[in-house]
């Protein structure tokens, strides 16, 4: 173990299981240590066990897991504003003349703890949607966060509130105060988390994949803010994220996790430029680059079954062929998709927010098109209008050379089997009452596309394809980290064999290693079957390594699009530029 100068966090022998009929140990022996205003970064693939040790730590695990070892949080009184339950004697505080206090966290009370969390421990969590109220307003629900644990009047709280959704770059931080999530994009809704996690200076923020929903340039502006707040408050920082180039340059130690346990613990530099483990080679090898574009991306196996020595090897198999044709799958011309931003007292729309402001292109079959660009600027907006989930006010849709923008909604049900959609949050999209096995049956019996039965066969085939044990049929979507639930989704959108598939930030979510599987699985599926792409993400490299053409959006507008290697290796633009100058 690391010897940490000044420990905050002090992590021994860390034992997680779940009982029950299928009991099974979770994660096992982690041992680790944080200390003051440094950073840890933990890495490994979805399910590996890092977010259970971040729940852990905040005393959050369901009542089925079983928690054992040691974890000892040493709270600064000079940096607390609250009383903090001495765990000796749980009737007195702290003595004033010691200037820390040992918190044991397996061993607290459920009152100690929430005197801790979110005063002396913030946790920015994966899925901002299902940690957000969709009743409240975001600025309520950030300001109640302030309340909490700081005894201020309620109008300077909410001044603070407002204060701090400018500081995580939220445009119009006042307006953007009494709106709902559901008015925000993905990533505006991870920025209002983070917000909430960082807004009472806590002695040790846990950051769970903060900024998976976020593009490059947004991204970077975040991190730069955590690091300075960090800093300005040496702040221990545990930050786990699937993206190492990003651990490399957030963090000072890296944890790389797999199937619960420990492979290998260090100084970053040492970790990831020199890596022991032959795991931690192969998350390294998986990442997309250039040199792997046009070819399968390694995967977690390849250096599992025999260890490799070097990670930065090529695979050897033949390249992808295109099979991009000159036939127009899909065309949009002059799109244009408004919000109504202000109502008069009459009900009368004001003011509007234009979405997606004249949009034109057209995807060919067999293409795979790539979409880029931040946060809020219409992709998943314009995405939603292709499939029918969003009206357009003007412009055209044509798909197959049938016009789908004046369609009776009857049609889309039709149109829906041809034309399917990976959402960019998994936890919504999927029923939470419905078992896997049913999610994924649902779309071939509605449109009886399968016989009765053989449904749960092909269920079966569609969990294979995206790397799911058989027994994840009969499980709930709660039951699955983020990373294995996207895989569902992209099962289900591939039920239905469609013709073009809309991937809106469908591996944002995937450590790299997963991330490999399904980069391969979709180029295998656009090979086997034809498919064309819409592949939205604002990870670049990605985009680059899988698209043939790519358009960048900015504000609503196409301000760029051209051949994946001219745009993202020669951009025009100077919003193309600041967008892979943001890049890691």
């Known amino acids: 173990m690391i010897s940490a100068e000044n420990p905050i966090l002090t992590v021994k022998g860390l034992q997680i299981t779940f009982a029950g009929p299928g009991a099974f140990t979770a994660v096992n022996n982690v041992s680790f240590t944080v200390g003051k205003g440094k950073t840890l970064a933990i890495v490994g693939e979805s399910g590996s066990g890092k977010s259970l040790t971040a729940l852990a730590i905040m005393g959050l695990l369901p009542k089925t897991a079983s928690l054992s070892g040691d974890l000892t949080l040493v709270i600064q009184q000079s940096n607390s504003k609250s009383q903090i339950p001495n765990p000796q004697n749980q009737n007195q505080s702290p003595e ?26 913030g946790m920015v969590f994966q899925e901002p949607m299902s940690s957000l109220n969709p009743v409240m307003s975001v600025g309520k629900q ?9 005894k201020i009047p309620a109008n300077e709280a909410k001044q603070l509130a407002i204060g701090w959704l400018g500081k995580v ?21 991870q920025r ?67 199937k619960g346990e420990m492979m290998e613990y260090g100084a970053a530099a040492e970790v990831l430029q020199h890596p022991q483990n032959a795991y931690t080679q192969a998350l390294l090898a998986c990442k997309p680059s250039p040199a792997n574009k046009g070819h399968m991306l390694p995967i977690v196996a390849d250096f599992l079954h025999s260890v490799k020595k070097e990670h930065t090897i090529l695979p050897t198999e033949e390249p992808y062929q295109s099979i991009t044709t000159n036939t127009p799958l899909l065309e949009v011309k002059n799109l244009r998709i408004s919000f109504t931003e202000h109502k008069n007292l009459f009900g009368t729309p004001q003011r509007y927010i234009k979405a997606v402001d004249d949009v034109s292109f057209t995807l060919n079959k067999g293409e795979i098109l790539g979409l880029v660009g931040e946060s809020g600027c219409g992709k998943s907006t314009l995405s939603r209008s292709l499939v029918g989930l969003l009206p357009a006010h003007s412009g055209e849709i044509i798909f197959n ?38 999610a994924l049956m649902e779309p071939m019996m509605t449109h009886k596309t399968v016989p009765k039965n053989e449904l749960q066969k092909e269920a079966l085939r569609l969990l294979d394809l995206v790397q799911l044990p058989a027994a994840t049929l009969h499980r709930y979507p709660h039951e699955f980290s983020g990373g294995q639930r996207q895989r569902i989704g992209i099962a289900r959108a591939l039920s239905l064999r469609p013709q073009l598939l809309i991937c809106d930030e469908s591996v944002s ?58 745009v993202l290796k020669q951009p025009k633009d100077e919003y193309t530029k600041r967008l892979i100058e943001a890049m890691p």
């Open 96 to 121: 004033v003349d010691n200037p820390n206090s040992k918190f044991q966290i397996p061993n607290s009370k459920f009152h100690d703890l929430r005197l801790i969390r979110g005063k002396e421990i």
């Open 142 to 150: 950030l300001a109640e966060a302030i309340l909490a644990h700081q």
């Open 169 to 189: 770059q939220l445009p119009e931080p006042f307006k953007m105060y009494s709106r709902y999530p559901h008015e925000l994009s993905g990533g505006q809704k």
């Open 192 to 258: 209002v988390m983070i917000a909430m996690a960082m807004c009472n200076h806590p002695a040790l923020l846990i950051a769970d994949e903060p900024t998976t929903a976020l593009d490059t340039t947004v991204q970077q502006e975040i991190i730069r803010l955590m690091h300075y707040l960090q800093q300005e408050h040496q702040s221990a920082m545990i930050f786990i994220t699937h993206d190492l180039t990003l651990a490399a340059t957030i963090a000072d130690d890296v944890l790389v996790m797999y």
């Open 401 to 438: 050379g049938e016009g789908l923008t004046k369609i009776p909604l009857k049609d889309w049900s039709y149109v829906r089997t041809k034309i399917q959609m990976i959402f960019q949050d998994p936890y919504s999209s999927l029923n939470p009452r419905m078992t896997i096995g049913d």
């Open 509 to 566: 979510a995937l450590d790299v290693s997963i991330q490999a599987q399904i980069l391969n699985l979709l180029k295998g599926l656009q090979k086997e079957f034809g498919l064309t792409y819409l592949f939205i993400s604002h990870d670049l490299s990605v985009v680059h390594y899988i698209s043939d053409r790519v358009m960048v959006m900015q504000a609503g507008k196409i301000v760029e699009a051209g051949d994946a290697e001219q």
